[in-house]
């Protein structure tokens, strides 16, 4: 995994609902030069985003919650930040497609979601 060199940091939305996930996943885009802010749930988010005024360029919705709770979230996102590109993780478990989402990548590999993160923030 290589890291991101720009003049600008890409600044990312995290919304997980896994304590661990949610840890992991923030250690993984901060090791690769990301600005990150995690929240854990849609409720936090949205909380979040009401009381920030921040921009992000990439909204990444984990995959350990019910698929309404995951379309919620993306299109709370597409909502709040419009100028975002959003990417669901997901999982053999998670329930299928989040549609309101740019794009759906496998959750398992985090070199593939890294790489969806890289391609969307460009």
Not at 11 to 24: D, H
Not at 64 to 92: K, Y
Not at 95 to 113: K, R
Request: with cysteine; net charge neutral.
């Amino acid at each position: 995994m290589s890291r991101q060199t720009s003049t600008r940091q890409t600044r990312i939305l995290q919304i997980a609902y896994s304590p661990v996930l949610l840890f992991t996943r923030h250690l993984i885009l901060i090791s690769h030069g990301y600005s990150v802010l995690s929240v854990l749930g849609n409720d936090r988010a949205i909380g979040t985003a009401a009381k920030r005024n921040e921009e992000f360029d990439v909204i990444l919705i984990g995959h350990c919650t019910e698929i309404s709770e995951r379309r919620e979230a993306a299109r709370f996102a597409r909502e709040s930040f419009p100028q975002a590109r959003v990417v669901a993780l997901r999982s053999a478990t998670s329930g299928g497609e989040v549609y309101e989402a740019d794009l759906n990548t496998d959750s398992e590999n985090p070199d593939d979601w890294l790489y969806v993160v890289r391609s969307m923030a460009a």
